[in-house]
């Protein structure tokens, strides 16, 4: 089983950055994708941006060039650098790992932004 701990959402004025992280331990064995959705109140679950074990990433339209993904495998860790960031954003965000396990979510974290 991998358990996925979660950090870094808060509040934040627009225009502003947030970074989150997300640490995978427990049973891990070969991590591929890691990634994050989000969750606005009233919307659906909505794909963010992910990375794959190569390094090929995967962003959603609405951050291509605001939000950067990356990975320390060392660290079984996934980052989300947030800037410039939008009321719209505002949403509970989920981390998730896939491996030789059934994919894994992370607990979440609330990302608030200010207009």
């Known amino acids: 089983q991998v358990q996925l701990v979660e950090s870094g959402g808060g509040l934040v004025q627009a225009g502003g950055s947030l970074g989150l992280s997300c640490a995978a331990s427990?049973?891990?064995?070969?991590?591929?994708?890691m990634g994050w959705y989000r969750q606005a109140p009233g919307k659906q679950r909505e794909r963010v941006a992910d990375i794959t074990s190569g390094g090929k990433t995967y962003y959603a339209d609405s951050v291509k060039g605001r939000f950067t993904i990356s990975r320390d495998n060392a660290k079984n860790t996934v980052y989300l650098q947030m800037n410039s960031l939008k009321p719209e954003d505002t949403a509970v965000y989920y981390c998730y790992v896939d491996s030789a396990a059934p994919r894994s979510w992370g607990q979440g974290t609330q990302v608030t932004v200010s207009s």
């Open positions: 427990g049973s891990i064995f070969s991590i591929n994708a």
